[in-house]
């Protein structure tokens, strides 16, 4: 049995998330799809994130366990053959036994991407927030501040029943070039819709709708306050180390 791992991008706008759905298109159903017409074998595939609908990907680390003869590259080329034109694998490998695409990840790093321009860009639609008003990046920047470190993420996040919602967020990096504002967030793990969260909190910040040390009083829970959930649109996967 060989430990297969493989990096693929994709365009997330026309799929329910990451993880296999009955019934509704998923970038992991799509690639264990692929994999049964060119294996005619069942395999379970592992993601190093579960992004959910809408979100795109520049770097989705993926392992399997694969007891074919086909060699690793004429595997890469027929389930690129496959695959819908909206994912593409860049990269496909043997690596040892225990690596593993999410339990071996040791920084994961996403960026949000919002557009700031007065006209609408239709062709952008799908990759950006638009948010027509003005944004301080001063205010933003100032606003990230009180998002570093260790915290308990709940408020940040659609994650109810996890027991566990401290996370420790290592880097945040706000720049813009021309119309659009840029928000790279680094972490070695996320709770579900956390960076969507601290990005609305951010342009919410940015926009004047609250002020940036609100934020300790979000965590701590005593203000009726509430993150913007930022659309799925903006959020891509960019960079996971191991």
């Known amino acids: 049995m060989t430990n297969i791992r493989l990096t693929m991008e994709y365009d997330g706008t026309n799929y329910k998330g990451w993880q296999r759905q009955e019934g509704k298109p998923t970038i992991q159903g799509s690639l264990e799809y692929a994999l049964k017409k060119v294996t005619k074998k069942e395999i379970t595939t592992f993601g190093a994130s579960r992004t959910d609908a809408g979100v795109h990907a520049l770097c989705q680390t993926v392992t399997f366990d694969n007891d074919t003869i086909i060699p690793p590259k004429n595997l890469h080329i ?94 945040i990096k706000i720049f813009k070039i021309k119309d659009m504002v840029f ?34 009083e979000i965590f701590n829970k005593t203000t009726g306050i509430k993150p913007l959930v930022a659309p799925a649109s903006g959020l891509c996967l960019t960079k996971i180390k191991y």
């Open 183 to 216: 928000i790279d967030v680094t972490a070695k793990s996320f709770l579900r819709r956390q960076v969507r969260m601290m990005a609305g909190f951010l342009v919410q910040a940015g926009g004047s709708r609250v002020k940036p040390e609100i934020a300790k």
């Open 78 to 171: 027929a389930l690129n053959d496959i695959l819908p034109r909206d994912i593409f694998i860049t990269k496909l490998e043997k690596v040892k036994s225990g690596f593993h695409a999410r339990h071996s990840a040791k920084i994961k790093s996403y960026r949000y991407t919002v557009y700031n321009g007065k006209d609408r860009k239709v062709f952008l639609k799908n990759f950006v927030w638009y948010w027509r008003f003005p944004l301080d990046i001063k205010k933003m920047k100032a606003a990230a501040k009180f998002l570093l470190g260790r915290h308990d993420y709940r408020p940040f996040s659609c994650d109810e029943e996890r027991e566990n919602t401290l996370r420790t967020v290592d880097k």
